[in-house]
Every structure is written in C-alpha cells, then in structure tokens.
C-alpha cells in the first residue's frame, strides 16, 4: 500500500463528506490505491456518522474514534500509528484531494509516467519493496513537497503559500516518520514542529522532493476554525517557534520560517484581535512593526466610514429619519419580555416561527410576541395577534429592543443586531436544492443574488435550527458563521405527529370534501427559470382518469400569489390556506416535485410521488443535493413519475402504494424525519427562552 491519507474529523460537518469522497474516489489506481483513517470523537456525532458510512461502503476507509477532549494533533498522530502506507498525508476534514492527485503521487514516486510498469534496476529486476508493501524506486523521497491551492467561502481559488508549515501539503515517508519520532504537538499550529523538521531532516538528507501538480485544496472557512477566530490562541505560533528552535538546535534557517510565518499572521485580520495585538508584536519580538500596523487598520477603517456616509447620502428623507430614530433606540435598554417574529419574508403568522411563538406563550407566557408583516399582508393576521408593519416606526423600536428575534427567512429593513439580542434562524425547510453559497456555481440564479447580504445576515444568527442531519450538514457549508446549530426537529412538525382523526375529519369537512374520497395533495415549486405558476400537469385529466373516488387539493407556491387559478370538477384549489399543516392532515398522498415539503410529509408515513418532469432542467439550472429518481433508499421517497401518462399509471396501477415504495418511504423517513417526536418547539422554546424549572 502506497499511501495512507489521515483525515481527524471534529466540527467539519458541513465539509467532511467532499474530504472523504475525495480520496475514495480516485479511481482505479492499482498498488496506489489509498487507505483512508476518519479520526472522530464522539463529542462530533454527525461527523461520526458521515465517517462510518463512508466506511460501509468502501473497505478502504476505517474510522478510529478518540476518547477524552478533542485536539487536532492527538487526531493526526493517533491516525499515523494506525496507518499501513509506506507514506502518510494529513487532510483537513475541510480539505480535498483534487481529481487524478494519487495517480499523479504514485508516478512522481516510481519516478516514472502515470502508468509506466512497476520501477526496475538497470538489470530489469524489480526495485526492492518498501516493508508496506508498495514498489519504491531505490532512493525514494522522506518527503515529498505537493503542489496545493485554496479555495474561499465564494469559491475564489487561489494559489497556496508553499511559505507556510502545513501538513496537508507534504506527503511523509512513513518509516522517516517514525525513525525520527516526529509528531504533531497539541494545541493551535500543532504542525509547526514536525513538519518543519520533517523538511530540514529531508534538505539535509538530500531526500526533499516536488511535486509541481496542484494535489490539495484546502478549503478556506469563515468560521468555527483556529485560523478565523481572533484571540490570544494565536500566540501559541510563537511557542510552536520557541520548540522548534529548541528541538532543532537553534537551526538558522528556523529563524525565516518563523518570520514568514508570524508575518502571516499578522497580515491575517482574522487572527489576532486588535486589543491584543500590541501583546503579540512585543512577544514576537517584532515592536518596530506594530505603528506601521496601526497606520494601515487606521486607512481601512476610514475608507469604511467614508462608504457607509456614502450610502446614507443616497436615502430617501423619510428612511433617513427613521435610521436617526432607529439609532437613538439603540440606546435604550433591551427589553427581556419582548420576542419579534417573522416568516416567509413577512407575509403573517407561518411556519417554524408560528409553532416557537405558540409553543412559548405556554411556557413562557410573560415574553410577549410580536410579528412583523409587510402593509400588503397585514390581512393575513389572526384576530387580536400583536403586530408590527415593516419599516415602520414601531418596526424598527421593536427592532431595536427586543430581545429575542425568531425568523425563518430574513428581517427587513438592514437592522443592528445588537450585544445581548437572541437570533434564532429557523429556516423553512430541508434543502433538496442548493442553497446559500452553493448557488455560486449557477449562474441562471446568482444574478438577483446578493451573496455578501446572505453571509451578513448568517453572521447576525446565534442558532440555527437544523430538521435532519443532512440540513446540518448543508447549513453548516452554505451559511458559514459561528451560529450554534440545534439538532431539534421543525416545531411545524409538531403538529403531525400524533394528530387525531377527529383533527383531520374536521380539517377536511372544512375543505368540503366528500367523505370518503382518496385525497391528493399537488404541490410542485417554483422554478428559477420560468415566472409564473405553470403546472407541467393537465389537472382536469387527471382527476377525470382518477375516476369520482379521488379530490385533488392544488397549492402553487407562495413567491406564484394567493391562487393557482385551478378550477374544475373535483379540484379545490388551497394556495391561500393559511396553515400548510392542515393540507397535509387532510391528504391521503402528496405529489410534488421538489419541493422541501416532501420531507414534512414524510412524517405522516402517507405515500409521496415525485413528478418531475423537468428534472434535468432543473438540476441543471439550480442544483441538487438528492437525487429523487436515483431509486436509492433515502434519496427517493417513493413511486417515480417523469411523464403526465406515467403518473397517471402510477395513480391507477396501484404503484404509489406499493410494497417498493412503501419501503423507499421508510427510507427516506429514516434520513430526513429523525428527530420529529411532536416536542421540537418545547426543545426550542426551552433553548432560547429563560424558562422556569419545572
């Protein structure tokens, strides 16, 4: 075995199934083929997950879990002791191993062509065998330096700094390893010390080799790493250097890496926090840079200031004035009994924030709720529910004080999250499209996309709530901020766990349908590519091939109005129902498309068809994470139709309801329905809110 690529796994959930695909999937290269050891803990649970299910599908992935607190440096050296490959790389959970990077390793080791038969002597006799097992030429390399990039949270690339220690970017030879004791100290920069040794033990050894290919990308995040966390973690650089010297003894070329590397850091405004930065240049050693340092955040955030009086110029007057009023409210004190509501970007009282609100006039009956609605919503309010009108002025003093903002999607208007305000994002759904960041690539949606706007709106949250481990995981990526993730469930759901027949008879009578009907609930989504709501189904068809036995409830999606302009014998059209809940207490299946209301659904254990016929279109025009016709158990959650006849087979022939597709759903449930019990709200509520013991 030729290489064995180590991965330690904490606090990555959102990345560490692309670093993990990443090296499985390099495709067939013979004695090459790598091994890959997961690191976990059980403290990362999701990352666990990911890690072993990576390894039930691919033998040549084993996962190691530690026990006690977790350190990056125990990770990677308890993956080294495990590994069986003549040489070792360390990946980042956030790292990825690019396309062809192992042939390309292996054909730099044998020194020869990708492909070229196994090296020989002038004699045409096998070289001899590393003790792992793997062909080596006779002088191979201790370590050999890989050409490597990085890509930012926008997926701008750019090249990597070959300057800076870093273990993802050197491939060790595995008994040079362990002959020199090297090992990855604890703590932040915990491979300053090996690595830099490994370098000057192999420069000395005449055994430091490259490799010009870019193999590695590292994955640049916004946050939840070492690197993007201003504090006094960063002096620990400087002690990595002070241990390296000394192991070194005093080596002079130790000396310029230490000065190259604590420039970076300096350079780096994510690191050091400005009130201790004239700590870290006198620890140093480096005082004479610390006024010129000065100078330059002086010049930037006098630009800054400059662009925001910019802005303010080019307000209405009215909008100005309420800024000046918005500002002297910031002032006031916040009020601990005030909680500010908004959903579906203030259309009313909706969604994961409805059940929070509801659930916390239970428990916590003295935190007064008030929602925001937009003037041309406001009719949508419940009789006697407090409110507030956007951009009002009562909008923005309520913005200003309250303590405790719940939304699912954003809050108008560009207001200040102040020190002491509670932002819980609830969001609106599982995402079966790509969302936030991920939207970069697709360009038929990135041009109304502010993607600035949405990282500063995710760096406002202080939770967000995730419904499954899959939404975890895609929120932790395409929203990158230091939030707090809550595994709970959607409060939404609440309501469909263990609702009483005697609920859904009622719901129905109120709908007018007839007793005894097979009800369908049709709820395609909207589509970036096309404006209006154009059902890709003939639905008087339909309900004419279904027979007098069968209703069909049409709900078009919000961004399309109030109304599907359905109409006809047996079809009810339900877009303006207020509560999304009811329909599904009501229906008997759902037909959709991709819409992340099948994941709700799912809760009922009631039949789901996907009808998708656009599916090419549309994943080409905005992206998927799942792959509904896949037939793979979790991914689809029941009978497939792509065609208008082959959903009419699917109803007739009995195939919605099938044995096969009852196991799909089963699946699928499973995956995406986890935590819904009927208490997520009371988790939540519970969470976010200063309840009383009970």
Request: hydrophobic share 40%; glycine share 8%; with cysteine.
């Amino acid at each position: 075995m030729l290489l064995s690529v180590v991965v330690p796994a904490h606090r990555v959930q959102g990345y560490l199934r692309a670093a993990l695909e990443s090296v499985t999937g390099q495709g067939p290269a013979g004695e090459a083929e790598p091994e890959l050891i997961a690191v976990c803990t059980p403290d990362s649970p999701l990352e666990l997950a990911v890690a072993r299910e990576t390894a039930e599908r691919d033998p040549r992935v084993r996962v190691l879990v530690l026990d006690g607190p977790w350190d990056t440096g125990a990770a990677r050296n308890a993956g080294a002791a495990a590994a069986r490959g003549a040489y070792l790389l360390f990946l980042d959970g956030d790292d990825v191993l690019l396309p062809g990077a192992v042939a390309e390793i292996s054909a730099r080791l044998s020194d020869g062509p990708c492909g070229a038969r196994p090296p020989q002597d002038r004699a045409g006799d096998p070289l001899p065998q590393d003790p792992a097992g793997a062909r080596l030429p006779q002088d191979p390399p201790d370590v050999l330096r890989l050409g490597h990039d990085r890509v930012d949270w926008w997926g701008t690339v750019e090249p990597g700094d070959a300057a800076l220690p870093a273990a993802r970017n050197q491939l060790f030879r595995r008994a040079f390893w362990e002959a020199h004791r090297l090992r990855f100290t604890e703590g932040p920069y915990g491979d300053v010390v090996p690595v830099h040794r490994a370098v000057l033990l192999a420069s000395d050894a005449g055994t430091l080799a490259g490799l010009d290919r870019i193999c590695v990308r590292h994955g640049r995040r916004r946050a939840g790493t070492t690197a993007t966390t201003p504090g006094r973690a960063h002096f620990a650089v400087i002690r990595a250097y002070e241990r390296l010297a000394a192991e070194t003894g005093d080596d002079p070329r130790v000396e310029a890496a230490r000065a190259a590397h604590l420039r970076a850091v300096l350079d780096d405004r994510g690191r050091v926090a400005p009130r201790d930065r004239a700590a870290f240049f006198r620890a140093a050693g480096l005082p004479g840079r610390y006024f010129s340092h000065r100078v330059r955040e002086a010049v930037r955030a006098g630009r800054a200031r400059a662009r925001a009086v910019a802005r303010a110029g080019r307000k209405s007057l009215r909008a100005r004035v309420l800024r000046v009023l918005y500002r002297a409210d910031l002032r006031r004190p916040l009020d601990p009994r005030l909680a500010v509501y908004g959903a579906y970007w203030n259309r009313g009282v909706a969604c994961n924030p409805a059940a929070v609100h509801a659930k916390a006039r239970e428990l916590v009956p003295h935190i007064r709720g008030v929602w925001v609605v937009s003037s041309r919503h406001r009719d949508r309010m419940p009789p006697g529910m407090p409110y507030v009108i956007e951009g009002s002025r009562a909008y923005w003093r309520a913005m200003a004080t309250a303590t405790y903002l719940v939304n699912n999607s954003s809050f108008p208007g560009g207001f200040t999250k102040r020190p002491g305000q509670t932002y819980l994002q609830t969001h609106h759904g599982t995402p079966l499209k790509t969302m936030g960041l991920d939207q970069l690539p697709y360009p038929a949606l990135t041009g109304g996309v502010d993607f600035e706007r949405i990282v500063a709106h995710a760096d406002q949250w202080d939770f967000s709530l995730s419904a499954n481990p899959h939404s975890t995981e895609v929120w932790d990526r395409v929203y990158p901020s230091a939030y707090e993730q809550l595994p709970y469930g959607y409060p939404r759901n609440d309501v469909l766990c263990g609702a009483s027949p005697e609920l859904t008879g009622k719901i129905r009578a109120e709908l007018g349908i007839v007793p005894g009907a097979t009800v369908l609930l049709y709820a395609p989504t909207h589509r970036d590519y096309r404006r209006g709501f154009v059902p890709r189904l003939d639905l008087e068809r339909l309900t004419r091939e279904l027979g007098p036995g069968f209703t069909l409830l049409v709900r078009a999606h919000y961004f399309y109005g109030r109304s599907a302009g359905a109409a006809g014998d047996r079809i009810v059209d339900v877009t303006a129902h207020p509560v999304v809940e009811e329909l599904f207490l009501a229906a008997d299946a759902l037909i959709t498309d991709y819409s992340s209301l099948m994941f709700d659904y799912a809760c009922l254990d009631r039949p789901i068809i996907a009808y998708v016929p656009d599916w090419e279109a549309y994943r080409a025009a905005r992206g998927t994470y799942v792959d509904l016709l896949s037939g793979r158990p979790g991914d689809t959650p029941g009978a497939v139709a792509t065609t208008e006849d082959e959903l009419v087979g699917v109803l007739r022939g009995g195939a919605w309801r099938s044995p096969e597709a009852d196991a799909l759903r089963a699946a699928f449930r499973d995956r995406f329905c986890p935590y819904d019990d009927g208490h997520a709200a009371e988790r939540v509520v519970r969470r976010i809110f200063p309840v009383a013991p009970d």
